[in-house]
């Protein structure tokens, strides 16, 4: 495993979020959701899709806090433009269970 420095990790740029909306993504190759983050009125919201439908249906997804990293560049999906990268890991089956803060934490919170 490469080792890396702390400026290294600071160039990462990882924030909590609320889901606001949320909705099926049937353009996708891959079965997926499209969703709205808010991110708190420094970065406002942004929106994303992912392949997290084995655990997630999208109306099970309003409200929750999830972590993203918010300074990637927007990278063109079909025909939606995902802003942020919404994080996870994978379970036993490889299947993304999002990362979420165990508490209710303020909106645009950076991950340190």
Same mark, same amino acid.
């Given at each position: 495993?490469?080792? %890396?420095?702390?400026?290294?990790?600071?160039? /990462?740029? %990882?924030?909590?979020?609320? %889901?606001? @909306?949320?909705?099926?993504? $049937?353009?996708?190759?891959? $079965?997926?959701?499209?969703?709205?983050?808010?991110? =708190?009125?420094? %970065? =406002?919201? @942004?929106?994303t899709s992912a392949q997290i439908?084995? !655990?997630?249906?999208?109306?099970?997804?309003? +409200?929750?806090?999830?972590?993203?990293?918010?300074?990637?560049?927007?990278?063109?999906?079909?025909?939606f433009m995902s802003e942020v990268? /919404?994080? +996870?890991?994978?379970?036993?089956? +490889?299947?993304?269970?999002? /990362?979420? $803060?165990?508490?209710? /934490? $303020?909106? =645009? =919170? @950076?991950? !340190?």
């Open positions: 495993m490469a080792e %890396i420095t702390f400026d290294d990790f600071m160039k /990462v740029d %990882i924030r909590v979020g609320r %889901i606001t @909306r949320a909705e099926p993504f $049937p353009e996708a190759r891959k $079965p997926a959701i499209k969703m709205w983050i808010d991110f =708190g009125d420094d %970065i =406002g919201e @942004r929106k439908t084995k !655990h997630y249906a999208p109306e099970t997804l309003i +409200g929750r806090q999830v972590m993203a990293v918010v300074n990637f560049p927007p990278r063109q999906i079909g025909k990268l /919404v994080l +996870g890991m994978p379970d036993a089956d +490889g299947e993304v269970v999002l /990362v979420k $803060p165990d508490q209710d /934490v $303020p909106l =645009g =919170g @950076r991950l !340190h």
